[in-house]
Nanobody, 117 residues
Framework: QVQLVESGGGLVQPGGSLRLSCAASGSTFSISVMGWYRQAPGKQRELVAMITDRGSTNYAASAKGRFTISRDNAKKTVYLQMNSLKPEDTAVYYC???????????WGQGTQVTVSS
């Protein structure tokens, strides 16, 4: 089992920045991929960014150039640096981890990000 705890959400003005953190605990040795998803009201949950245990990254088109995902394997933590935030980035952001053996997805409880003036 893997437990994920997110932090760092909040209210920010358009153009501002936020940094989300997600700390993993439990059977973290088996985690291969970690990522961030978001879900806005009335919309489906969507991928924002993901990073493998070797550091390879993948971003949604909406996040490229503005968001940066990083991972500290020693601290078992993944980060999402969000710059140039827009109102359309408003959503609940969820941390995700996928273990390799067996292949299981785990989710955090979510953290609210609101971009508004």
């Amino acid at each position: 089992q893997v437990q994920l705890v997110e932090s760092g959400g909040g209210l920010v003005q358009p153009g501002g920045s936020l940094r989300l953190s997600c700390a993993a605990s439990g059977s973290t040795f088996s985690i291969s991929v970690m990522g961030w998803y978001r879900q806005a009201p009335g919309k489906q949950r969507e991928l924002v960014a993901m990073i493998t245990d070797r550091g390879s990254t993948n971003y949604a088109a909406s996040a490229k150039g503005r968001f940066t995902i990083s991972r500290d394997n020693a601290k078992k933590t993944v980060y999402l640096q969000m710059n140039s935030l827009k109102p359309e980035d408003t959503a609940v952001y969820y941390c995700n981890a996928v273990t390799a053996i067996p292949v299981n997805p785990y989710w955090g409880q979510g953290t609210q990000v609101t971009v508004s003036s």
